[in-house]
């Protein structure tokens, strides 16, 4: 049996003219459960799926990617050192190098020391006693200043060198040391005499290696660098002026060198040798 759409019999019972407010549907009226069935097919159509979907809220869209800062993209944009080219950079450093040191000065070796040396280790035999560097053997030591505590004046200490200490046996010589003044004799060895074995050029040259080299004295004065000047000279040249040893007591201290007058020169074309100012050249009395 085919039940009859409700909306029909609306329609119809609008048509007679009769309500339905007070009785009761008829069983050939009555809405059936079927008959709402059939009818929710029909108001489930396409109007009300495009309505459905309407009302369900579309997907938030994806949100975007924040700008690219600027120093990024300038780093990107900037040119890169080739592969090539990074052996050249890292060799750099080692041409910087090698180009430095061609700037530097070339080392001139001044004849007045290499001359002052060989005469203190070869022609002079010094270095046997007092040892190559000046530390002492058989002989004192004579770097780190102790020379120059011994004989304050290079003048004393040539007439030491001159004479040998033989000569003045027993006695006492050079100045007062911190473990007192030293004695000729008193380590059992004696220093030969070289008075005939140098002449005055070297002689000063050796006492110029012993002093400035090996015992570290000041040589900025004037003074000291007009001897040296001397020394140098007087080596270039070759002379060979034999050493005046009775000249040499004359120039010394007495109360440091034993036999010295201490009367200096008189002669200002020949004055005592070693740093000392001009007036000290001219004996006094």
Known sequence: MTEIPAHLLKRSRAA?????????????????????????????????????????????????????????TAAKKRKKIPAWALPLVAAVPLWAISFAGTMQQPVVEDPLFIAAEDTYLVSGGCSGCHGAGGGGGIGYALSDGSLIETFPDPVDQMVHIARGSAAIQGEEYGAERSDGRRQSGSTGAQMPAFETTLDMNHLELVVFHERAVLSGEDTSSPEYQEWMNHIREEYEAGVSEPIDLEFLLRCADPELTPGATGEGSDDEDHPCPGPRPAEEEVAAG
């Not at 009761?24 to 059936?32: C, D, H, K, L």
């Not at 799926?49 to 369900?56: D, E, L, N, Q």
């Open 16 to 72: 007679k003219g009769k309500g339905d407010d007070d009785s009761a549907p008829s069983e050939s009226t009555a809405v059936t459960p079927a008959a709402e069935a059939d009818a929710a097919p029909a108001a489930s159509g396409p109007p009300a799926i495009a309505a459905a979907a309407a009302a369900i809220p579309a997907d938030k869209p994806a949100p975007e990617a924040p700008p690219e800062p600027h120093y990024i």
